[in-house]
C-alpha cells in the first residue's frame, strides 16, 4: 500500500551504503524526472578532494545538475546544520522549475538533518578542535573511546561506538561546555513543505565487499596516492580524518607500507559501509530494494508511479 503525497513537490532521497549503486540510480531518476540532483555526501562538497571521495565522474556531472558537489572549500566548517540550510535553499531554487528534486548519498546524519531539521549545537574553539584531531592522530580510536566512555557516558551508551567523527565531535561539545552533546539534542523533528520520499538500495554483502575492493583499487590506479600528497600539509583538517585518506597519511609518515595502508582502506570501508547499513536501517520510512540485478531503475519508478510521481 503506497502513501497518498499530501504536497505538490517532492524530494526523492536514494540512501544506502557506500559503493552500491546510488549515483547510477540518482542519475536514472534525474533524467526520468528531468531534475537536478543534490548529493548527501559530506566529504563530496570538498573540491580539493575528489578521487578518494568518489565524486560523480565529469561523465556523470553532465547528465544532470549536480548540488553540494566541489561547492565549498576544505577550509570551511561544513556540518549539518550547514548542510541543512544549503540544501533547504537548493530544494527552493529547483521546486521553481519542476515538482521534483533527488537526493542522493550515504551521510546518515545529512539526511536525517535535510528531513528533520537538525539542533544547534554550541561553537566549538578551533584549539579545541585541533587538539582533539591531534590526540586522535596520535593515539588512535581507543583514545576517543575512552575519553568519551569517561567524560560522557550518557552520550556513550548509544553512541556510534567505532564511528571517530561522531567520537570527535561529542568530545568537543564536551571540552567546551562541559556538557554532554544529549544535552543538545530535541529529538522533535520539524515538519517540511513537501513530500519526502526515501529509496535504499542494499545487495547481498559478499557483491558490496567485491565492490569496495575494486573501487579502493581503481582509485589507487586513478592517483589516489598523489592526491593525498599534496593534502599533507593539511590532514589536521577534520575534513580529512576520513577513510582513504588517514589510511594514506599514516604511510607517507612511514607507518606502515603501502599494501598494509591500502587494505586498510578496504577494510575501514568495509566497516563505514556496515555503520551506514545499520543507521539506514533504523528508518522505517525507507522502501528498500536489492540492487543486485538490472531492474531496481524500473522498480523504483514504478513504486513512485504508484505515488502518484510519473
Not at 2 to 26: D, E, M, Q, R, W
Not at 57 to 63: D, F, N, R, T, V
Not at 266 to 294: E, G, H, L, P, V
Request: glycine share 6%; net charge positive.
Amino acid at each position: 500500500m503506497t502513501p497518498n503525497l499530501p504536497h505538490s513537490k517532492t524530494v526523492i532521497i536514494v540512501v544506502g551504503p557506500t559503493a552500491v549503486g546510488k549515483t547510477a540510480l540518482s542519475l536514472q531518476l534525474a533524467q526520468h524526472f528531468n531534475t537536478a540532483i543534490i548529493s548527501a555526501d559530506s566529504r563530496q562538497c570538498f573540491k580539493e578532494i575528489s578521487i578518494g571521495t568518489a565524486k560523480p565522474s565529469q561523465k556523470q556531472l553532465a547528465q544532470a545538475k549536480h548540488y553540494f558537489i566541489n561547492s565549498h572549500s576544505l577550509h570551511h566548517n561544513v556540518n549539518a546544520g550547514v548542510y541543512e540550510q544549503y540544501t533547504l535553499n537548493v530544494c527552493d531554487e529547483i521546486f521553481a522549475q519542476n515538482n521534483v528534486a533527488i537526493m542522493v548519498g550515504g551521510t546518515g546524519l545529512y539526511v536525517k538533518a535535510f528531513c528533520e531539521g537538525i539542533d544547534i549545537m554550541p561553537t566549538v574553539p578551533t584549539n579545541i578542535r585541533a587538539n582533539i584531531i591531534n590526540q586522535y592522530q596520535a593515539n588512535g580510536l581507543s583514545w576517543l573511546q575512552n575519553e568519551l566512555q569517561t567524560k560522557d557516558p550518557i552520550f556513550w551508551q548509544t553512541a556510534e561506538q567505532q564511528n571517530p567523527q561522531r567520537l570527535m565531535r561529542a568530545l568537543e561539545v564536551f571540552e567546551t561546555t562541559g556538557k554532554s552533546i544529549t544535552n543538545y539534542r530535541s529529538n522533535i523533528a520539524v515538519e517540511r513543505p513537501f513530500n519526502i520520499v526515501k529509496i535504499g538500495l542494499e545487495m547481498p554483502r559478499e557483491l558490496l565487499v567485491k565492490n569496495i575492493n575494486l573501487r579502493v583499487d581503481a582509485m589507487m590506479q586513478a592517483g589516489l596516492l598523489d592526491e593525498v600528497k599534496n593534502l599533507q600539509t593539511l590532514q589536521h583538517l577534520n575534513a580529512l580524518q576520513t577513510v582513504g585518506y588517514k589510511e594514506l597519511f599514516a604511510y607517507l609518515k612511514g607507518n606502515c607500507n603501502l599494501a598494509t595502508a591500502i587494505n586498510q582502506i578496504k577494510i575501514n570501508t568495509r566497516q563505514y559501509a556496515k555503520r551506514q547499513m545499520t543507521w539506514f536501517k533504523k528508518d522505517a520510512d525507507i522502501y528498500w530494494f536489492n540492487n543486485n540485478n538490472k531492474t531496481v531503475g524500473a522498480e523504483v519508478t514504478t513504486l513512485l508511479a504508484e505515488m502518484g510521481l510519473a
